[in-house]
């Protein structure tokens, strides 16, 4: 078994792998960045079914074709600028409040949906 | 090429994974599957690229919007489990199930009793004699056979890291592979 493991080593480069570093950080930032991936999945549909390239969604939010590869990476902590800016370049809305009401003959409390 | 440890490297038996790179620019194999697996750019273009086999396996009317989604849970469900296991000083090599020859899946069998066939993501993996596991790549597979060119791909990295280890004395045998 020894003789294995010290093949191995000095089979290795002169780091470990990145991944665990990175699953680290996908962990400690899961929250927004969940979000961040489903908003960049659903502006890659509305681009398929509106046949808009990249290219033209970076010319419509002005701004540089990098930049919308970086969106779409569905890594970035977006601003709300930026959210409203790619809905309105797509005519789509992508985040939504909830407004919660209370029912007074029921004593149930409504959520209804209302759109930024 | 380079083996590389993916946990702690005092672990005997232990997990390694590939760096295929030999500049150390693209990140290794097992940081590598995981970074496309959380990307909706990446998985967009691969989903629209097999969208036939996509849709017509086990979720027919299945979108690629749908798909994205479900492939980025099941990568965070493995990697929560792996670094879970980690810190809890558990084996993570348990987690590591065998489905076919080469490829696994990363499962809690005390949570899933068995039904770790579902999903799509795949691990591949060489195992040596010492019960090591060299992780050579990682797939969606939405086909039960290997012949689409990303898998074959798969296919061919085992092969070339198989050489790898003959030429450098290290023991694999195929019979604890299968």
């Known amino acids: ?116 | 090429m380079k083996i590389i440890p993916i946990f702690n490297p005092d672990l005997v038996p232990g997990i390694y994974t590939v760096q295929y790179d030999d500049n150390e620019i693209e990140p290794d194999e097992f940081a590598r599957i995981f970074d496309l697996w959380n990307s909706p750019l990446i998985l967009d273009a691969f989903f629209n690229e097999n969208i036939q086999d996509l849709q017509s396996g086990y979720f027919k009317s299945i979108t690629i919007r749908e798909a994205i989604e479900i492939t980025i849970d099941e990568a965070n469900g493995f990697e929560e489990l792996l670094l879970s296991y980690e810190s809890n000083g558990a084996n993570v090599l348990n987690l590591f199930k065998p489905l076919n020859n080469y490829e696994y899946r990363i499962v809690d069998h005390q949570k899933l009793k068995g039904r770790y066939r579902r999903g799509w993501l795949r691990i591949y993996a060489i195992r040596l004699t010492d019960g090591s596991l060299i992780i050579t790549g990682g797939a969606i597979k939405l086909t039960r056979l290997m012949n689409r060119p990303h898998l074959e791909q798969e296919l061919n990295k085992l092969n070339r890291v198989k050489d790898f280890l003959r030429f450098h004395g290290i023991s694999y045998t195929e019979d604890i592979n299968l």
């Open chain 1, 1 to 116: 078994m020894n003789q294995i493991k010290e093949k191995l080593k000095q089979l290795g480069g002169s780091k470990p792998s990145a991944w665990r570093e990175k699953a680290l950080q996908r962990r400690d930032n899961r929250e927004w960045l969940r979000k961040s991936q489903a908003i960049a999945a659903r502006v890659l549909e509305s681009l398929r079914s509106q046949s808009i390239t990249q290219k033209q969604l970076a010319e419509k939010m002005q701004i540089s074709p990098q930049q919308v590869s970086k969106i779409l990476q569905g890594q970035e902590n977006l601003t709300l600028q930026t959210i409203a800016q790619l809905e309105a370049a797509l005519g789509i809305t992508l985040v939504y409040v909830l407004d919660i009401t209370e029912s007074v003959k029921t004593g149930q409390t409504k959520a209804a949906s209302k759109a930024l």
